[in-house]
């Protein structure tokens, strides 16, 4: 991937080619980037993932649907793993948006509650690594979009519980725990119309599909439920203020930005503003 010439000339005689970004892996490059980033212009933003055993050994995995939805939107993805959050701030720093992705249910030590019988195996490691990465994302406004787990992990970062089995805890006569059936709008959603998810989804109305046994139960101070399904479980919350964009949903809109509604294309494009919008303001530093 290197190309020729030294660092200084790739810098000064940059005239568009995207291949100067890999000069910054020459040994001869100086120690600051701050040059560099100006030349960037696609966002960067962090996917968090989980580890699992898969053939014998542990892999850092994700659902490419992620991925593919980060791209779609025209960010450059870039899959996290769930590493110490004493690791983290190198990696935020060179990002400038935040995915949190679906997966295990939160440890319920998290927030003070004993767990479930039917809880999933808690991920340790993966939640000390999230729940940083989100308080962390709040301290310097990195733009954040919570994914079903996701929008668990940022109620719990800041204060709230989870609800941790709906079918016995809130029993409906809406299954939302439908994992077979991820790309299908399952249930309808109510979203608040003067919220920021309204604006991304461009509705206040729409169907969704469904992948999750838990939900928001006591709501974190300084989050606003934006979306609840017609039996009343949380399905979207935001951050109050305008000191940082976040916007978390219950559902799987990765999965959904092919399909024939916007509404999910639309929540990644209002994403990619804010990102765009936080990668200027960085690079104007
Ligand atoms: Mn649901």
Redesign the pocket.
């Known amino acids: 991937l290197r190309k020729k010439g030294r660092y200084g000339d790739a810098v000064r005689g940059n005239t568009g080619d995207p291949g100067w970004a890999y000069h910054i892996f020459q040994h001869d490059a100086p120690a600051t980037l701050a040059p560099l980033r100006l030349r960037m212009t696609t966002p960067l933003v962090l996917l968090t993932s989980t580890t699992k055993d898969i053939g014998g050994l542990m892999r850092v995995r994700l659902n490419e649907a992620y991925v593919n939805a980060a791209r779609s939107a025209g960010l450059a993805p870039l899959v996290l793993p769930p590493v110490a959050p004493d690791e983290l701030m190198p990696l935020l720093d060179i990002a400038s948006g935040v995915i949190l992705t679906g997966g295990e249910d939160i440890d319920p030590a998290e927030y003070g509650a004993k767990p479930h019988p039917a809880a999933g195996a808690p991920h340790p490691q993966r939640d000390k690594c999230e729940l940083a990465l989100a308080r962390m994302a709040r301290e310097r406004g990195v733009p954040t979009l919570a994914i079903c787990r996701g929008i668990q992990t940022v109620n719990v970062a800041f204060g709230g519980t989870l609800v941790q089995d709906i079918a016995s805890e809130r029993p409906s006569n809406?299954n939302?725990d439908q994992s077979d059936e991820r790309a299908t709008r399952?249930?309808q959603?109510s979203i608040e119309p003067d919220s920021r998810l309204a604006a991304a989804v461009g509705g206040s109305e729409i169907s969704?599909?469904?992948?999750?046994h838990q939900?928001i139960d006591t709501l974190a101070p300084g989050l606003r439920l934006t979306a609840r399904?017609p039996d009343d479980?949380v399905?979207g919350v935001e951050w109050f203020g305008d000191d940082w964009w976040m916007l978390g949903v219950?559902?799987h809109p990765e999965e959904l930005v092919d399909d024939a509604k916007a509404w999910d294309r639309g929540l990644f494009r209002a994403f990619a503003v804010e990102v765009a919008r936080y990668k200027e303001i960085g690079d104007r530093r």
């Open positions: 809406i939302h399952l249930h959603v969704v599909n469904s992948s999750h939900s399904s479980i399905e219950q559902w």
